[in-house]
């Protein structure tokens, strides 16, 4: 079950490219919007998971998502994309590329956690953050295969790429599952986990880019409206 | 002591917590424009951690009416900024952007603690046997409150004394609605998640559309990232153990 929704979580990324058959250039302030939105659902899910992980010792927790956040942070630092901005569509220098790819499949891995984790808490939950990722992956598909279009990529290529981004959240989702149905006892802290690296994610790689790109008001209201909607529909389906 | 008294006693002393939030920022000198940032970050991760834990709250009474209130707190924001907006501020040393900010912050911690008064009202109508537990855990939870207002204050050029006087400030509203929710718990009651909404959209909303922004202009972005996050996280503990 855990691989069948994380892998359509993944796959519907596809349908981010969609946008770019019709235009040759998407306005950079629809990728700030696509961003925005994306932070919101992202948000609304940290929520949700702190608030299951929360019917377990909330010092877990805390640790968890303390590792989380430090995870991310790591992981740029080590891959050197800590300060890169993913929405340049006139960036022509290579490394660029290959790097907004690196960035992309890294920040799938707290995502698969997330809805390993989730779909422990209880199986309606699960499908509902894998539901709410896959939302998310359609507008980072479109703001990735915007980047690669412009550098010469072609479009059933770019939705191959977006696709296997996403590769590595569906491995964490079944591999989440699996270490923690056998360990029940790391639940909090996958969850924990989880919720820090999903708010770290949205705080160091989403919003960022999405203000300078659309004005601050409009930026705030879709992230706020998209996480409104997270938490009460997920608050319903638990 | 008569009960109404006592509420509004605690009610008073929860208030007066707040002002030592501004305690911190005795021992900042230099207010560069780095400074700022961070303290923007800081006072960010602080807000969208105590709205984290009042959603928690507020959708145990009722998820509709928590996001009602939600959207109801990001319209109230809209509009004051609008207000504000025709107007020239001048607060202090303070004008500009940086006026409309102070103002902002402090009308956003004065609104929110409205829903934290009845909050306090029902939870004594509860049971008042609770209530001194009650007190000091909001009175607690408060200091923060008072460093996230001293955060935005204090950098724009605010002493030490007026930042505690206006955190303690945006938390009278605690005492004035706490004992009209105490004895009148019932009539109370079905509003609280509203309140509760309201609060919580109002501070996520006054960090995405203002403090968040600001930082990421004067500061690394993985810098305002980490300390929006871990302090998000410190406060959502912080809330659950005390």
Not at chain 1, 14 to 40: K, T
Not at chain 2, 218 to 236: H, N, Q, Y
Request: some cysteine.
């Amino acid at each position: 079950m855990v691989l069948l929704y994380s892998s359509i979580a993944a796959g519907v990324s596809a349908v981010g490219v969609l946008p770019l058959l019709r235009h040759d250039r998407i306005p950079v302030v629809a990728i700030g919007w696509a961003n925005a939105l994306a932070s919101g659902l992202m948000l609304g899910a940290a929520f949700l998971l702190l608030s299951a992980s929360l019917d377990y010792e909330a010092w877990i927790g805390g640790v968890g998502a303390v590792l989380g956040i430090v995870y991310v942070w790591f992981t740029h630092a080590a891959a050197g994309t800590e300060e890169l901005d993913l929405n340049r569509l006139d960036e022509r220098a290579d490394v660029y590329g290959y790097k907004v790819l690196l960035v992309n499949t890294l920040h799938s891995a707290p995502e698969g956690v997330a809805i390993g984790g989730a779909a422990l808490v209880s199986l309606p939950f699960g499908i509902f953050v894998a539901l709410a990722m896959a939302v998310h992956n359609i507008p980072e598909a479109t703001a990735l295969s915007a980047i690669l279009r412009s550098r010469g990529v072609r479009l059933d290529n770019a939705a191959g790429l977006a696709v296997m981004t996403n590769v590595t959240q569906v491995l964490l989702a079944v591999v989440t599952y699996a270490v923690v149905s056998a360990a029940p006892g790391a639940l909090p802290w996958a969850l924990g986990f989880a919720v820090g690296s999903l708010i770290y994610l949205v705080l160091a790689e989403l919003l960022p880019e999405s203000y300078r790109e659309a004005g601050h008001t409009t930026i705030a209201v879709l992230t706020t409206l998209a996480m409104g909607a997270v938490v009460l529909l997920g608050d319903l389906a638990r | 002591m008569h009960p109404v008294l006592l509420v509004f006693l605690y009610g008073t002393v929860t208030a007066l917590a707040t002002g030592l939030g501004a305690l911190p920022f005795l021992f900042f000198r230099r207010l560069s424009p780095l400074v700022v940032a961070l303290a923007n970050a800081l006072a960010g991760g602080l807000m969208l951690g105590a709205s984290f834990g009042l959603i928690v709250k507020g959708t145990d009474y009722g998820s509709w009416q928590t996001l009602a209130g939600g959207a109801l707190g990001v319209v109230f924001i809209l509009a004051t900024q609008r207000a504000l907006a025709g107007r020239e501020l001048d607060v202090g040393a303070a004008r500009g952007a940086d006026a409309r900010q102070m103002v902002l912050m402090v009308i956003v911690m004065t609104a929110h603690s409205f829903s934290e008064g009845v909050a306090v009202g029902v939870s004594f109508g509860g049971g008042a046997t609770l209530a001194a537990i009650i007190t000091i855990a909001i009175a607690v939870h408060n200091i923060p409150e008072g460093l996230a207002i001293s955060a935005v204050l204090r950098p724009r050029g605010v002493s030490v004394a007026r930042c505690a006087g206006w955190s303690v400030f945006s938390s009278l509203p605690q005492p004035a609605m706490a004992v009209p929710a105490f004895l009148f718990v019932e009539a109370f009651r079905p509003a609280l998640p509203y309140g509760i909404g309201f609060a919580a959209g109002a501070m996520i909303f006054m960090v995405l559309v203002e403090l968040l922004p600001e930082a990421y202009e004067d500061a690394p972005k993985p810098i305002v990232a980490l300390l929006v996050s871990l302090t998000l996280v410190g406060m959502v503990l912080f809330q659950q153990y005390l």
